[in-house]
């Protein structure tokens, strides 16, 4: 009987400790099915609250001046439970974040 009542005390213990939101998560949603010549987009989702979506494309193909160009946006939530996004563009003039939570230079 001292054997029953450890093993449910054990299982009780096990079910209630929290889980670890990104050792646990999964992929709630993910497409990349748009990969090809002219360019390509991915967009995912998990459950601990990841989402980002990216589309990319050459410009000035065949010139001198080709160029990839990527644009994007991503959010999680972090440590402190706000959730953070930033928006980008990389391209020719480099990778250009944007979001609330970065510094904009003067």
Do not use: C, W
């Not at 050792?23 to 989702?45: M, Q, T, W």
């Not at 459950?47 to 999680?76: H, K, L, P, T």
Request: charged fraction near 15%.
């Amino acid at each position: 009987m001292k054997v029953v009542a450890i093993l449910f005390a054990l299982v009780a213990v096990a079910v209630t400790a929290p889980l670890d939101s990104d050792k646990d998560a999964i992929v709630l949603r993910h497409n990349a099915d748009n990969i090809g010549v002219d360019g390509y987009s991915y967009d995912f989702e998990t459950s601990n609250g990841i989402a980002a979506q990216e589309q990319g494309q050459i410009v000035n193909a065949g010139s001198e001046n080709e160029a990839n160009q990527v644009r994007g946006q991503f959010s999680y939530t972090g440590p402190d439970g706000v959730v953070y996004s930033v928006s980008y563009i990389a391209d020719e003039n480099g990778y250009q974040p944007v979001g609330a939570h970065l510094p904009v230079a003067p």
